[in-house]
Antibody
Framework: EVHLVESGGGLVQPGGSLRLSCAAS????????MSWVRQAPGKGLEWVSA?????????YADSVVKGRFTISRDNSKSTVYLQLNSLRAEDTAVYYC??????????WGKGTTVTVSS | DIVMTQTPLSSPVTLGQPAAISCRSS???????????LSWLQQRPGQPPRLLIY???KRFSGVPDRFTGSGAGTDFTLKISRVEAEDVGVYSC?????????FGQGTKVEIK
């Protein structure tokens, strides 16, 4: 069965950093692009970033990220990462890891919660 | 960026009755490969989103046939033929034709 399990969320002060991880299982991880989508409390879904299957191409929602986030992957560990720097209160959200399926988002993890507060 | 606009934002429906949600994009979603990458996702309360419809009208694995997607270009619709209690939740359209991917605001479907 296909699974995506996110981890790494937590409470962080404004200006702080976090590294989110997403461990994949049940499919050939290295042949699929992966994305991160977030959802602020009571709000809609917001796409954040994507990375190609080999990791050589990355994409960001510039209006959201503004150079603060970095996506990466380790195909040997079937894991995708999202490094979050210079965090702000408006980055508070559940961060979902998703699998891209040519190119729709067909598998979603349960999410990891990031809270930015002093 | 492509802006996705959904209407209505809230849809109270009687059990067994149909429901329809509209999604409009600010520019055509036809990809250079000829496909239109418009999908619909369902998010039940307390759960992550789930893919229902992809490429405008294709039902994803395990999705009941009471869900139907249609449309072309910039105008798309999700229809539920007969709403069941398990359909309560928020429905969002998403375009994957170009980066950045963008979502509609979400439509809350609830039972009257």
């Amino acid at each position: 069965e296909v699974h995506l399990v996110e981890s790494g969320g937590g409470l962080v002060q404004p200006g702080g950093s976090l590294r989110l991880s997403c461990a994949a299982s049940g499919f050939s991880f290295s042949i699929y692009a992966m994305s991160w989508v977030r959802q602020a409390p009571g709000k809609g879904l917001e796409w954040v970033s994507a990375i190609s299957d080999s990791g050589d191409k990355t994409y960001y929602a510039d209006s959201v990220v503004k150079g603060r986030f970095t996506i990466s992957r380790d195909n040997s560990k079937s894991t995708v990462y999202l490094q979050l720097n210079s965090l702000r209160a408006e980055d508070t959200a559940v961060y979902y890891c998703t699998k891209e399926w040519y190119p729709e988002l067909d598998v979603w993890g349960k999410g990891t919660t990031v809270t930015v507060s002093s | 960026d492509i802006v996705m606009t959904q209407t209505p934002l809230s849809s109270p429906v009687t059990l067994g009755q149909p429901a329809a949600i509209s999604c409009r994009s600010s520019q055509s979603l036809v990809h250079s490969d000829g496909n239109t990458y418009l999908s619909w996702l369902q998010q039940r309360p307390g759960q992550p989103p789930r893919l229902l419809i992809y490429k405008t009208s294709k039902r994803f694995s395990g999705v009941p046939d009471r869900f139907t997607g249609s449309g072309a270009g910039t105008d798309f619709t999700l229809k539920i033929s007969r709403v069941e209690a398990e359909d309560v939740g928020v429905y969002s359209c998403m375009q994957a034709t170009q980066f950045p991917r963008t979502f509609g605001q979400g439509t809350k479907v609830e039972i009257k």
